[in-house]
């Protein structure tokens, strides 16, 4: 989508310019010639343009930047947070589309350039593709590790069904790898009281189940008097799609994390924020991809505004003070939640990040709004780390214990409902800056 108006529209046209016509063009080689003859219907010098683009989810925008900076087109990134705010100033309750944004941010461009107003536009700069390809596959395990957490939850519910013993043989899950091949194999107790102990334990073995392989009969005695109940036609359907679905995807998360480790480990940045707490190679691959050369940050105040977590900059010198705000890299925003949640709700270590969340809550914060103070400093932490190259070390940030990991049941349980739970705290954030 892209909208060209000119300044005399802007100057003399009175509203025309909000009826002005939009372009939709796809990134293809033939969509991009019609933008090409769009923009040279105006002009064929690109200097004669000012540009400004929104950022995009994914790599759909891509294309065009890259065709717009390889022709030395002027152009500049706003957040699309301006684009909302001058959107319902200038239009009032119009519902949002693309062709009434595409306006809007013609407009930004006349106010700041012809009138004068100053609004925060930074250089049109794509991301490195080390980062770019490291951001991309780190959400991938993200998106993939809820599904399967999704899929390990229904199985297990239809294992209290079918086969409510296996979780006194499997005590810690009875929705990994080991019993989800074995119920692949043998999808009811009877099929696997029937089968023999040699072909019981041959599907163990092969997963890697060595110690539950030598306890077969054990296993075989559970299924034969088990009080399952024997699945109908759905049900029978159901449990071989969720067999299926979570020994390839469980096998693919694999291969994938194998990928994301290798990269992140070899990141210059890596070695000073491993040590972090509750941070898997994914979640720190967000923050080295999204911070990219932390000295483009010159204090750790713009660093954490950029995670969203403290936004009233002008208005104060101390997180506590500050509003939180729905701004801020989403991305950086999630990772640096998905590292507190565990420190605070299910550290066994008393640890000094947990007594800055329990001292808001006491201040009268419920979580949502105790929580953002937590992300601060961590991320303020963080900051610290990659900037002057020192390990992170959580005693020297506080002065204070060093965490003690939580139990591994419940961490699962919060994996489970970290997703919802950053949900309901992003959506109690100012949606604005303080």
Known sequence: MAAVIGLETFVRGGERWKRARCLHFPSTQRGLDKFQHYLDHF??????????CEPTG?????????YLLDRAYPTWMIENALTRHMREKIMGGIPKTDETDARVMARICYLHEAIGEEFKLRPLKLAKQEESNLLAMCRDSWKLSQMIVRGKNQFTQLMAVVFPELKTFFTK?????????????????????????????????????????????ELRELA?????????????????????????????????????????TQHPG????????Y??????????????????????????AYTGY????????????TKMSRRGNRNLKRAYFQIAAPLVWFDRGGNQYQTLFESKVVEGRPWYKAMPFVCAA?????????KYEDPYDVEKAFGASVSSPAPEAAETDLEADLDERFEVMEAHLDPEEG
Request: hydrophobic residues 40%; contains cysteine; positive net charge.
């Open 43 to 52: 002009s064929s010098a690109p200097q004669t343009f000012l540009g400004v």
């Open 58 to 66: 994914g790599c759909y925008g891509a294309t065009v930047y890259q």
């Open 224 to 264: 034969r008097h088990s009080s399952g109940l024997l699945p109908d036609p759905g049900r029978a359907w159901r449990l071989g799609w969720l067999t299926n679905f979570l020994q390839s995807n469980l096998k693919a998360q694999a291969e994938l994390e194998k990928q994301v480790e290798a990269r992140v």
């Open 173 to 217: 899950s009875v929705s990994t790898i080991s019993p989800v091949t074995l119920m692949a194999a043998y999808p009811t107790p009877a099929d696997l009281a029937a089968a023999t102990a040699e072909d019981v334990k041959a599907v163990l073995w092969k997963v890697g189940a060595y110690r539950h392989a030598h306890r077969v009969g």
């Open 310 to 321: 403290f936004a009233g900059l002008e208005k104060s010198q101390t997180i506590d003070r």
């Open 270 to 277: 890596y070695q000073w924020i491993e040590a972090v707490p």
């Open 279 to 304: 941070a898997g190679p994914a979640t720190l691959g967000v923050i080295l991809a999204v911070t990219g050369n932390v000295n483009r940050f010159s204090n750790y105040r713009k660093y954490v």
């Open 378 to 386: 961590l991320a303020r932490h963080i900051y610290h780390c990659l």
